[in-house]
């Protein structure tokens, strides 16, 4: 898989069909990450590796438990992962995803290095981190919006009230 120009349209109901990627370096010599970022709802998953094309399939699985660990509905995550295929990786020109990433790429990579050892780094709760990471949706203070605050709305519901909790 390679970044494209432009994004393709989603299938009918598909929701994690758009993403974004970004190579993070981490404090240990030669050991790098790539960070794939959902657009619109800036989900973060971190995979081990250089390239989209060598992380893919290990994308596909921690974007998995990712939405398992949130407890996101088995339907919800059935769907997604039969149509993973379809997703679409990249690049963006957009100031405001490109400045949301920098600030990511520098909390992840300072996190990174407050571990001993690559080996140690626990993705999962970086991961967990970022999916209470607020960031702005508007032009007031309160246009404020985290990833699972995303997630709640746009696929919860009262049936759903005790998903999206860790």
Known sequence: MEASLYITQPNPG???HSWYARLLATSFR???VVMYVHEPSLTVVLCK???IQGTWKLFIHRMQQLLVRFQFPNDF???ELALADGYTVSKTNSKSM????NQ???ELEYECGRFGDFDDIDWDILENRMMDRPHQTGKTWRDYLTPLEYWRRAIGSDDTK???SL
Do not use: E, P
């Open 14 to 16: 598909q929701h994690l």
């Open 30 to 32: 030669g050991k790098m």
């Open 49 to 51: 590796g250089k390239t």
């Open 77 to 79: 995550i059935a769907a």
């Open 98 to 101: 490109l400045s949301f990433m």
């Open 104 to 106: 990511l790429i520098f």
């Open 162 to 164: 005790r998903a999206f």
